[in-house]
């Protein structure tokens, strides 16, 4: 039995299901749906982040991680900022013309 460790992050419920998309270095392998009661209720929110290991398809474990998703978070954040500051450079930009 191969145990395949995946990063997962929390999509969105579909009424009493969990979509989650699976994570290798960085870049999205696979989406699973599991019951939203499997999740550990501290990560049951949007964009939570998950360490998960899947041995087969009837073992998953799921571990929320608090840190990785405030980084996340906070990585996401801040691009948006940055953005948003470009956007607001380029339209005083155009007003002065």
Do not use: C
């Not at 960085?26 to 929110?45: F, S």
């Not at 360490?51 to 996340?72: I, K, N, Q």
């Amino acid at each position: 039995m191969t145990e395949h460790i995946y990063t997962a992050v929390l999509d969105r419920f579909e009424e009493e299901s969990a979509v989650l998309l699976l994570e290798r270095e960085g870049e999205v392998v696979d989406e699973t749906v599991v019951p939203r009661a499997m999740l550990p209720e501290a990560g049951r929110h949007r964009d939570a982040v998950f360490g998960v290991s899947l041995a087969d398809e009837e073992s998953m474990e799921f571990r929320y991680d608090p840190d990785r998703t405030r980084e996340r978070r906070d990585a996401a954040q801040s691009r948006f900022d940055r953005l948003s500051r470009r956007l607001g450079d380029e339209e005083s930009d155009s007003d002065e013309g």
